[in-house]
């Protein structure tokens, strides 16, 4: 898989609440930062994932941007309560997420 490719196979997974998934497609040093956490690890963002699972979800993407190694995709999170615009800027090393940047207005989940 291609950057692109691994990019958008981690929105799959989360929106699909396959937090499984998404072990094979990140760095063991990951850096994740968004208006609610921040993990500088696959470890403790995985763990967190897993204490307070994703709920199962659509998305629908409006424009992938990529550039060197990274990839920004910005979608609609489509929940049942309604739905909320994201970015998300992935940052690769040798063909795994390496960092996240999560973008969104977290008014709506407060």
Request: charged share 25%; proline share 4%; hydrophobic share 35%.
């Amino acid at each position: 898989m291609n950057n692109r490719d691994v990019a958008m196979e981690f929105l799959r997974c989360f929106c699909a609440g396959d937090i499984n998934g998404l072990v094979p497609l990140l760095a063991e040093d990951l850096q994740f930062k968004g208006p609610f956490h921040q993990f500088s690890s696959n470890d403790a963002y995985l763990d967190s994932l897993k204490n307070d699972p994703p709920e199962k979800c659509g998305y629908r993407v409006f424009s992938v941007m990529e550039s060197g190694d990274s990839v920004s995709i910005y979608y609609d999170y489509e929940k049942s309560d309604g739905s909320i615009t994201i970015a998300q800027l992935f940052t690769f090393k040798n063909q795994k997420i390496r960092e996240i940047l999560l973008v969104f207005d977290g008014r709506g989940f407060v």
